[in-house]
């Protein structure tokens, strides 16, 4: 099993610029959620999901969207970049029978 | 907002000693989880312990939870190089995670060899 599998690992983009973050995991599990790490604030969640086609917002929402049309797949898109946005971005994955999976990680960076 | 706050920030200690590192939070839970994160990797799970037990051991490490305080502690015993990490408690209002778990800003563990 590939687990929680994020790409890309790094991206840069320019202030306005749209992007796409892909999340894939491969265990079967029910929940999916987005976090967003920040020197000094650990991790706030930005949108979450409990099921195909169920998605709500966490914590810091704005700018980003999100979708879940299959168990597999939570892609992050992001709208309209801001510097605001320079983050690391995570993606887990997990159930009520298990813990949260991470993956490793994307570092963005917008100038 | 932050759930868990984590105490102290920073901890550095000796290869073969004991570190304790120590949370604390806000609201009633479910359950309350740490997670163990290597630079640059994403965080690994390393235990749950539920708001009806105490204590918890897996290995070298010790959790203990007082719902009374709405405190939790890490022990981590006879450390190694290897356990170098940032180290996260983690809140579960909803008792599986559905809404995401409220994660703390961390303690930095260094093990001087």
């Known amino acids: 099993n590939a687990g929680v599998t994020q790409t890309p690992k790094f991206q840069v983009l320019k202030t306005g610029q749209s992007m796409t973050l892909q999340c894939a995991q491969d265990?079967?599990?029910?929940?999916m959620s987005w976090y967003r790490q920040d020197p000094g604030m650990g991790l706030r969640l930005i949108h979450y999901?409990?099921?195909?086609?169920?998605?709500d917002q966490g914590e810091v929402p704005n700018g980003y969207n999100v979708s879940r049309s299959t168990t597999e797949d939570f892609p992050l898109r992001l709208l309209s970049a801001a510097p605001s946005q320079t983050s690391v971005y995570f993606c887990?994955?997990?159930?009520?029978?298990?813990?949260?999976?991470f993956g490793n990680g994307t570092r963005l960076t917008v100038t | 907002s932050q759930q868990g706050e984590e105490d102290p920030q920073a901890l550095s200690i000796q290869e073969g000693e004991n570190a304790t590192m120590n949370c604390s939070y806000k609201?009633?839970?479910?359950?309350l989880q740490w997670y163990r994160q290597n630079s640059g990797r994403g965080l690994v799970h390393l235990i749950l312990?539920?708001?009806?037990?105490r204590e918890k051991h897996s290995g070298r490490l010790r959790v203990t939870l007082d719902t009374s305080k709405k405190s939790s502690s890490l022990l981590i015993t006879a450390s190694r190089a290897a356990d170098t990490a940032s180290y996260f408690c983690?809140?579960?209002?909803?008792?599986?995670?559905?809404?995401?778990?409220?994660f703390g800003k961390g303690t930095h563990l260094i093990i001087q060899p």
């Open positions: 999901s409990v099921g195909a086609g169920i998605t």
């Open positions: 609201t009633s839970i479910n359950n």
């Open positions: 887990a994955s997990g159930s009520r029978r298990s813990p949260l999976h």
């Open positions: 265990m079967n599990h029910e929940y």
């Open positions: 983690a809140t579960d209002d909803s008792g599986g995670g559905a809404d995401g778990l409220t």
């Open positions: 312990i539920r708001s009806n037990e």
